[in-house]
């Protein structure tokens, strides 16, 4: 599983995590519970849908 | 997107303010309220009521689409969730299609929530009620349509459970196909060998 | 059970699987799959004759590995249906040169080693999971030494034991020596209530189970020495208060504490167990003779499949979800499915029973009826507008779009009764092409205008769906849990639902924070529409960077249904949010989005993107 960098849009944690590309999955804040967490695209312009 | 809507030009909207007994009023100024959906386009008719749900309650409101012609309903209480079906069937009985109707909850999501907060509370209320008014402009009567039944049912698994519905399901009448996955039915059941409270075989 | 082979409005399948199911309420098409039994069932006579001849030794599963059985076998004696099975993994080999003993046993030559599985085909208008549990293994709780120590037992293992039909023939014996103990000890809630192994709920059955135990040993060994060790005794049915009394009459201990470790005496075999008795508070050893762990249940780890084909979901603790927990216990949230027995949470038989009862009731209500209407909330497509990208066919969790034809210039077609209402399409439509029946666009559209027509700044727009987070709210009114008042609410069957148009248009009037929220992933009430939501709020976060708008001002939430206190939190972090937004960025915000350029700008570089990443997106979703 690829990793990825993670940012919580409502505290504004970040961390790495991996993720399963293609398959959305539940996201939640290691630090506020907040589901409003966004992967962060990669360096690369890369596009994730 | 705003300029294709289209909506019908012979509104009658018909607003019915619930108190709930003191469980909204206590917190939100009904009557504030109420005098506010008045001044709301297209809206025609609003009765502030105690308990909107019960037999009076649902009489002004088939009384008031009568009288005021009513093309379309609000009721401001509390969670559709509870209530959607009961006032859904209020506006058929008075003829109207149960579709023109809407909900808007201003006890769960507003005065049980917010309840040292009265001002704040009853200007949410009145936000509320006019977001329920925009909605209800769109509606249209609708036709639910029917879907025939086939007459057999499927029971998975011949535990003492699916043993139990199969045997009823079968006695009233009806077709039933009991699938087991085991090589015999009995379940969990089976391997028991005396079971409470009577304490018999359970086979 | 007899009746059940007997009853003519019965059909059997037993040795059975569903292989398939589609449909919908009134309209179940199912294929079962008859395993192959290898022995004609309709003609075996079970006369035992294949069993004798039959070399093959095994442990017997019903008596819990205590004894054994052949490769060719009937799994009890009153099995039903009464007719043997064989086994072909273990069988020596189909053909005469290898064994093909039983075949030459059998009178009636009903062995045949070529059968094949069988696929049968049905039609039914309802259906009833009664697919059961399972109990719980206690390998992983070491301390017990459950496997090491032989003389430590599970409850179903003693049931076996105690039993006439049992391996012992009804004699009591513990493992070791084969003689009857004189002391035996019974442990509550192995696997049950406990959060860090094993499974946090009560299993409802298991305290019942060992009083019930320990007046059988009363009855028939009155001089073993029985000890229950447990949490609390949970005695709440009809008579059961009075086995719980008559047990502790009949001079069994009952002792508040459960044991922290078991050790075996290696020569005498006998067990020693480390108890804090948490009434005295005192730390206590018992040696007992016999150990029985009083498992819990758990779910089926089988049920996937099923619960794929009925798009059903279950509860935290793993057993289905009902439709409503006080007022529809035995329905599915999916129509014309219902639940009956432990498959729903654990329970004894004569709750089973109970539920069955009332499942077989509501069923033949829809069958009786002959026919159920469908609320009209369902897709509709506007052929002028469609464009045959197939885009709704594809996200549709119900399949109830069909594919459109590009060339044929022929638009998808949604099938009425399959389509559940989600309005997952209807928001994924690039066309706008597609109109939910009761929740079209300008409904919302019309919302939105209307609670930005005052003070939009203060506002929290909140998309919650119908099942989980608009009653999570209601739970947090219910609970009266206080929260600030600035949420304006918008309620939408799904998450799904939630279209790019109606957020942009919430910030184009100055909202300041937009929430979408719905039903956890596992709580998703139209299988997997969330995945949608996520994607599209994901999409929506790189759209708003693009414009220059920062992403954190839609935030996205799952809230279940129980969850006030969750809805209540969120809003108070919303309103923390709310203050950090100013008044020029909320202006930037309104004229960027007004400004069709700039957002066509963002669409524009988006689609571009998207265009040459289609092929492998396609092959994707496939
Ligand atoms: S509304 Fe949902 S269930 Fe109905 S057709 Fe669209 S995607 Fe499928
Ligand atoms: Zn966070």
Known sequence: MPEAKFKCLRCGHEYTGSYTPGTPQELTCPKCRSNSVRRLPEKKPAQKD | ?203 | MMDVGRHPNITLYSYSEVDALTGFVGNFHITIRRKARYVVESECTACNDCVEVCPVVVPDEYQQGFSSRKAIYIPFPQAVPSAYVLNMEECLGNNPIACGKCAEACEKKCIDYDMQDELINIEVGVVIVATGMEVYDPTELDEFGYTRHENVVTSMEFERLICAGGPTEGHFLRPTDRETPKTIGFIQCVGSRSENRGNPYCSNICCMNTVKDTLLLRDHYPDIEAKVFYIDIRAFGKGFEDLYKRSREGGVKYIRGIPGEIEENPETKNLLLTVENTTTGQLEKHELQMVVLSLGLVPRHDGDLLKRFLTLSNTVDGFLMECHPKLKPVDAPTRGVFFAGCVEAPKDIKDSVTQAGAAAARASILLNAGKVKVEAITSRIIEEKCNYCGICARVCPYHAIMEPDRKAKKAPVVIQAACAGCGTCAAECPQDAIEMRHYRDEQYLAQIEALMAERPHEHIVTFACNWCSYPGGDDAGTARLQYPTSCRLIRTMCSGRVDEDFVMHAFRLGAPIVLVSGCHFSDCHYIDAVQWTQKRVERMWNKLERLGIRPERLQLDWISAADGQKFARVMRELEEMLKTVTMEEIKHTMEVLSNGKAEKKATAAKKAKVKKKTPTKKAKVE
């Open chain 2, 1 to 203: 997107m705003t300029d294709e809507m289209k909506k019908p030009d012979d509104l009658r909207i018909g607003v019915f303010v619930c108190d709930c007994g003191l469980n909204i009023a206590g917190t939100v100024d009904c009557r504030a309220v109420a005098e506010y959906a008045e001044t709301l386009d297209d809206v025609v008719a609003v009765v502030r009521n105690k308990y909107t749900c019960a037999d009076p309650g649902q009489n002004e409101i088939k009384r008031a689409i009568e009288e005021h012609n009513l093309n379309r309903v609000v009721v401001a209480s509390c969670t559709p969730k509870i209530h959607e079906p009961t006032f859904r069937n209020c506006v058929a009985e008075a003829g109207l299609n149960p579709y023109l109707f809407e909900m808007v909850n201003i006890r769960e999501h507003c005065s049980w929530v917010h309840q040292r907060e009265k001002e704040k509370a009853t200007e949410k209320a009145k936000d509320l009620i006019r977001s329920g008014v925009a909605r209800a402009r769109f509606l249209e009567p609708q036709i639910e349509e029917e879907v025939p039944v086939t007459k057999a049912a499927l029971v998975i698994g011949g535990g003492i459970a699916g043993i139990q519905a199969a045997l009823d399901l079968a006695d009233a009448g009806h077709k039933v196909y009991l699938v087991e996955k085991e090589p015999s039915i009995g379940g969990i059941m089976a391997a028991i060998d005396k079971t409470y409270p009577t304490m018999d075989c359970s086979i």
